[in-house]
């Protein structure tokens, strides 16, 4: 079978078994040969060897029984660095790419070199938010500590291999949200991040196969949603700083939110008596991200 064949068949295949996305095949030739869209065109007389083949037949099958991509391929790249992923952890999603934006922009403002910077990532699953941060602002600040924590042991192995690969430094520690904001001393980071379980309980089971195949426990925000946005805010307000890096500003706690929530997460901010309240878009001009500074 040559490249045009193969690539022909997998989106006919695709379209046989109800699979819209057929975009996907360019990635999976890409994982498996090496190859891009250019080579689709130049190259598409190129016989593939059958082992070749085989392989990508297989992922091609797997698909059509709603295993997500990701997990197949065992990696994805969100913000140019890649992540391990597979069963028992959250797919990084282009959306959190609006939380770390955010994150990136606050903080570029204050800094100067010379100031430490204390970071939390809350809910870290892959680590994807705490390594992506890391790799950007340790450009511009000299000391940077960044945490991620996280409940589920699974998603620990994938955020300790992700950080192995990546050569991160972050510093991952097991615990629940809910409980172990203790382990830390009150007015110590400049900025909570969180991208948390925000999914209604009763909603999860009409996501998406694909979604449903990801940990509930990565999904599940409680009855309305919103149960890690109050407990957060809750139990973490007193662990920002006061008058953190610059002394003008006081430490900042920034959530990704679902679609149709940004207003319910800001009035639990605004309840919590944080003053200064930030929203930012996505493309598609919906609020993806509430954050808070008191
Ligand atoms: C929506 S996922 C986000 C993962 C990652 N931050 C990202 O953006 O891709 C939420 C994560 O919260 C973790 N989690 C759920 N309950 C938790 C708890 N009580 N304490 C800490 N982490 C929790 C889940 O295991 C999951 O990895």
């Known amino acids: 079978m040559n490249l045009g064949e193969l690539y022909k068949f997998c989106c006919e295949y695709y379209k046989e078994h ?3 996305d057929v975009s996907e095949i360019k990635i999976i030739l890409k994982y498996t040969l090496g190859i891009n869209t250019n080579d689709l065109i130049l190259d598409k007389n190129k016989i593939i060897n059958q082992d070749k083949v085989n392989e990508i037949l297989e992922i091609i099958k797997l698909r059509i029984n709603n295993v997500p991509l990701q997990y197949i391929l065992k990696s994805w790249e969100f913000m140019g660095l890649d992540f391990c992923v597979g069963p028992g952890v959250l797919i990084p999603r282009e959306d959190t790419s609006v ?7 606050v903080l570029k403002k204050r800094v100067k070199p010379e100031n430490t910077v204390n970071i939390m990532d809350l809910c870290s699953g892959t680590g994807c938010v705490a390594i992506v941060l890391e790799s950007v602002l340790k450009n511009y600040i000299k000391n940077i500590n960044i945490y991620a924590l996280e409940k589920s042991s699974k998603a620990i192995e994938y955020l300790t291999k992700n950080k192995q690969i990546n050569n991160s430094n972050i510093k991952i520690i097991s615990g629940d949200v809910f409980i172990d904001h203790n382990e830390f001393p009150d007015n110590f980071f400049d900025c909570i991040v969180s991208n948390p379980p925000y999914i209604k309980t009763r909603d999860i089971q009409n996501l998406q196969k694909e ?27 007193k662990k920002l700083k006061k008058h953190s890096i610059n002394n003008k500003n006081n430490g900042v706690l920034a959530f990704e939110v679902g679609y149709d929530q940004a207003e319910y997460v800001e009035e639990i901010l605004l309840n919590f008596d944080f003053k200064k309240i930030y929203a930012e878009r996505d493309i598609n001009n919906i609020v993806r991200v509430v954050a808070g500074e008191m």
């Open 18 to 20: 109800n699979i819209l």
């Open 99 to 105: 939380l770390v934006d955010f994150v990136i922009n």
């Open 211 to 237: 979604v449903q195949q990801e940990p509930f426990m990565a999904l599940d925000g409680g009855p309305d949603g919103l149960d890690f946005y109050r407990n957060i805010t809750k139990f973490w307000s």
